[in-house]
T-cell receptor, first 115, second 114 residues
């Protein structure tokens, strides 16, 4: 298994540009999520999904969109990039959408800089 | 909302000495608690979890954690630290609502000195 994969690893954008961060998992996990990591703030949840066709907002959803058309893929879209979105983005997945018993598996991250 | 606190920004420990990384939690109901580790320029890796049962939980790479309900703590421990344990450690708790959302602490940088 490749686990959770993310592309690209690095990205530089100009203010106002849009882009999509890709995330895929090959473990048939129901639950997928996107976090951003900023120094001294831990990980903050952006959006999450409990299955194909079902998404919901996390703690910091503004400026981001998601969709979940398949179990495997969960892309994150930045509609109009802002410098405040400079961060490291992690995608994660886990087996169960409801129980909370199961640990989450994380991708390697995408380091995004918005100029 | 559920939350965890990691009171120390950085923990320095000499190689071979015991390592402790502190975490306290605030939840309504039974806590589901997790520890993750992040090595430089990598994603987070799962170390261990407490769901129910024994208060002492054993995990990967020789780490263990002690759940203490009266002190609302879930401290991570390792009897003898290695230089390779130098990393960022995150405590997390399942968030409210019965789903799989996690609330993370801000993280602790551990530096093991040779």
């Amino acid at each position: 298994n490749a686990g959770v994969t993310q592309t690209p690893k690095f990205q530089v954008l100009k203010t106002g540009q849009s882009m999509t961060l890709q995330c895929a998992q090959d473990m048939n996990h129901e639950y997928m999520s996107w976090y951003r990591q900023d120094p001294g703030m831990g990980l903050r949840l952006i959006h999450y999904s409990v299955g194909a066709g079902i998404t919901d907002q996390g703690e910091v959803p503004n400026g981001y969109n998601v969709s979940r058309s398949t179990t495997e893929d969960f892309p994150l879209r930045l509609l109009s990039a802002a410098p405040s979105q400079t961060s490291v983005y992690f995608c994660a997945s886990s087996y169960s959408k409801t129980s909370g018993y199961y640990e989450q598996f994380f991708g390697p991250g995408t380091r995004l800089t918005v100029l | 909302a559920q939350s965890v606190a990691q009171p120390e920004d950085q923990v320095n420990v000499a190689e071979g000495n015991p390592l402790t990384v502190k975490c306290t939690y605030s939840v309504s109901g039974n806590p589901y608690l997790f520890w993750y580790v992040q090595y430089p320029n990598r994603g987070l890796q799962f170390l261990l979890k407490y769901i129910t049962g024994d208060n002492l939980v054993k995990g990967s790479y020789g780490f263990e954690a002690e759940f203490n309900k009266s002190q609302t703590s879930f401290h991570l421990k390792k009897p003898s630290a290695l230089v390779s344990d130098s990393a960022l450690y995150f405590c997390a708790v399942r968030d409210y609502g019965g789903n799989n959302r996690l609330a993370f602490g801000k993280g602790n940088q551990v530096v093991v000195i040779p």
